[in-house]
């Protein structure tokens, strides 16, 4: 079984910065991809963030420039530094990992953190 965790949400002032992290642990995988994705009440699950197993990242248009994906392969933690944040920004954050099982692609969830950003 593969687990993600997220961690690092909170409450923020408008142009503070967080860093959330995600770290997968487990047995018998690797890692393909991790995404960062959000959502608030009513709204779709949107992708913010992601990055390969080779460390090329994408970004969603509202956020670039403005935050930052960066992994750790020898720990499986993937990091999102976000900087310059709005209210906006308020949702869910969570963690999607893609691996590889034994030649199969899987997929995880984290259970999601808040991120908060006050006016």
């Known amino acids: 079984q593969v687990q993600v965790v997220e961690s690092g949400g909170g409450l923020v002032q408008a142009g503070g910065s967080l860093r959330l992290s995600c770290t997968v642990s487990?047995?018998?995988?690797?890692?393909?991809?991790i995404g960062w994705y959000r959502q608030t009440p009513g709204e779709q699950r949107e992708l913010v963030a992601g990055?390969?197993?080779?460390?090329?990242?994408n970004y969603a248009d509202s956020v670039k420039g403005r935050f930052a994906v960066s992994r750790d392969n020898a720990k499986n933690t993937v990091q999102l530094q976000m900087s310059s944040l709005s209210p906006e920004d308020t949702a869910v954050y969570y963690c999607?990992?893609?691996?590889?099982?034994?030649?199969?692609?899987?997929?995880?969830w984290g259970q999601g953190t808040q991120v908060t950003v006050s006016s």
């Open positions: 999607k990992a893609i691996v590889d099982r034994n030649g199969f692609g899987f997929q995880y």
């Open positions: 990055i390969s197993s080779d460390g090329i990242t």
């Open positions: 487990g047995s018998s995988f690797s890692i393909k991809s």
